[in-house]
């Protein structure tokens, strides 16, 4: 079972739902170690406080807001456990919201919510019976770790999931990144649109959803420890410069349907063109520079 990072209730108008708060994901990636390549030590870093230059314990490490060069306003767990905010020991559901309202780009990591004792269970199953049927997501507030944050809450497998969100503006505004200006057919589209068919899956299963970068290294660590030659790297092919749009849809199209056993041929047909509609002349849409936005107050100290 894994930790509990949080503990605290789900706070839904009046109701209740004490909670704890688990890790909903795994790293299976490989970590290493960095090592003195001459001997093979092992280096660390080490804190050591710049007044006194000696390594100091854990026990003696604190936080503190740095307010000017020579001040430091000193920060404990106590102060961050007593916030003046009814999101620090709660998670505070404001609003309901359909889920495809989301931009995925505002959804980060995830955590599942165990309901805290037999207390927990009845409220907690309500809310969880409540949000699958309404096919909506909950909004929410939370506080943990020097700043309060924003929550998604969805239902998996019968369990409640908190996702962190993004503020609004820690997007970036995309704009500046669109393409210069070009010209796809129909054709075309309906090119791409048939490599999807090809491409698309029930669910996100199966060998090429498996993490080949760490197998490699795995692969690596293991001819060494047996002294073996390391395996074969693949020359990487060089992008080629797509010529013709239409000729290399139909080829992938074709390379989709044989890796999945279909030896059929590429279907690609061309949509049927829309019809144009005469419409008034739109003035012209005003220029939006990039948004100057005043200093916004620090979300965390």
Not at 122 to 133: F, G, H, I, N, W
């Amino acid at each position: 079972m894994p930790r509990t990072i949080w503990s605290g209730a789900i706070s839904f108008g009046l109701v209740t739902v004490p909670i704890n708060v688990v890790g909903a994901s795994e790293d299976h990636s490989i970590h290493f170690h960095q090592y003195h390549v001459e001997d093979g030590g092992r280096v660390r870093y080490r804190k050591v406080c710049e007044l006194e230059d000696r390594e100091v314990p854990q026990d003696e490490i604190g936080k503190g807001y740095e307010l000017t060069k020579t001040q430091v306003i000193p920060i404990t767990d106590d102060d961050l456990a007593n916030l003046p905010l009814p999101t620090a020991k709660a998670i505070e559901i404001d609003a309901f919201v359909p889920l495809e309202s989301v931009d995925p780009i505002r959804i980060a990591e995830g955590y599942y919510l165990q309901p805290a004792g037999q207390v927990a269970a009845k409220p907690y199953k309500l809310l969880v019976k409540a949000l699958s049927r309404s096919a909506k997501v909950a909004v929410a507030k939370y506080a943990w770790s020097g700043r309060e944050r924003l929550g998604l809450l969805r239902v998996r497998d019968d369990v409640l999931v908190l996702h962190a969100m993004r503020w609004p503006d820690e997007i970036r505004d995309p704009t500046e990144l669109l393409p210069p200006p070009a010209e796809v057919s129909e054709e075309e589209i309906a090119g791409a649109l048939a490599l999807m068919d090809t491409m698309t899956v029930d669910r996100l299963e199966g060998p090429e959803f498996t993490d080949r970068y760490t197998e490699a290294i795995a692969q690596i660590i293991e001819a060494k420890r047996e002294d073996r030659p390391l395996p074969a790297v693949e020359e990487p092919k060089e992008p080629a410069q797509v010529l013709d749009l239409m000729a290399a849809l139909q080829e992938s199209v074709s390379k989709a349907k044989a890796s999945r056993g279909d030896a059929g041929p590429a279907d690609v047909h061309e949509l049927p063109q829309p019809k144009k509609k005469t419409t008034a002349k739109k003035p012209p849409a005003k220029q939006t520079g990039a948004k100057k936005t005043a200093g916004r107050r620090p979300r965390s100290a």
